[in-house]
């Protein structure tokens, strides 16, 4: 008798050990517990970059245990401070960023701006690629893809700084399809809609979901799509009139796969890095961030680590004839 109730102590000391050691190694080695973590987003508030950083952020605290994910906007010069700024951080897993893929652009007509590889970024992963569409506001004489076509005077569009992707995209189009667009360069965030709004801007090109509370509220128009599938709205590439142009308009159809990216510093150690990735991962499958993204019209279609940076990869190596084509149709002068 004596024997089964020793027995029987050390079963329930077995198993509330088995119960309180995860409890206690997690509160002792658990890097993040009780941290900051920085998530650099390279725009102002407002706008779909820190909207996405924002929705993620807060789960990303919880998948973490850390204390807080502090969201610093870092805009200016097309998301170019931004990513300066995350690539020089303290490579120790508690800075993140988020900036979009026009610094491909970038790297590969090489621009000086950008101040490192993107290769060694340590890729996260990806919450959504999204295609590119062009919006004209309600106020603008221009109302249709055939008219912008048609146009014999500039059309005024923004884009968020010279070498952003919306300038790059807007840039590259224009010159794809002999568009008659002049680009103003320095609108952030929502900046370009409060512009159409004022009748300082025709139009923009940016992500659907990004422009869709614009277009619904009755202030703008969708009248063109690059890359997607967009019910009663022209593509893109119906309007390529040669090889050039097409090689163009797919080149943007691909980097915008490479949507809402987020990285940390280069060197950031391997065990960092595969925390950040696994709980990104867990954040973007959560089905409480998933209903949230839904009610904002935020799509989500992620993808994680590896493959992301080979998604950039992929980006970056682009033939001779390609880099070519990109930097003659970026530089302003050119045709």
Known sequence: ????????????????????????????????????ITYIVATNAG????????????HLEQKLNAEHVIIRN??????????????????????????????????????????????????????????RAMVLSARCEIQTIDDLISAEEPVAFSGAGIGSASYADTRLLSVALGLNIKIIPGYQGTESEMAMMRGEICGQIGS???????????????ILTIGGDMVGIPNAMDYARDERARQIVQLISNMAELGRISAAPPNTPQEQLEALR????????????????????????????????????????QTPESIQIISRALNANAF
């Not at 303290?90 to 590889?117: H, S, V």
């Open 1 to 36: 008798m004596r024997l089964a109730s020793h027995k029987v102590r050390m079963v329930i000391l077995a198993i509330s050990l088995a119960l309180s050691t995860p409890a206690l190694w997690g509160v002792v080695n658990d890097y993040y517990a009780e941290k900051n």
């Open 47 to 58: 706008g779909g970059y820190d909207a996405y950083a924002r929705l993620i952020g807060g």
């Open 74 to 131: 870092v805009p200016g010069a097309g998301h170019y401070i931004g990513a300066n700024t995350l690539a020089r951080s303290r490579p120790d897993g508690l800075t993140i960023g988020t900036f979009n893929a026009g610094l491909i652009y970038g790297q590969l007509t090489g621009n000086r701006a950008l101040r490192f590889d993107l290769r060694n970024l340590g890729w996260i992963g990806k919450a959504a690629g999204e295609p």
């Open 208 to 222: 659907q979901s990004s422009s869709q509370g614009f277009v619904d509220a009755g202030y703008g128009k969708y």
């Open 278 to 317: 696994a709980a990104y991962r867990s954040a973007l499958e959560d089905p409480a961030l998933l209903e949230t993204a839904s009610r904002m019209g935020r799509p989500i279609a992620p993808a994680y680590g590896d493959d992301v940076r080979q998604l950039v990869v992929s980006a970056l190596d």
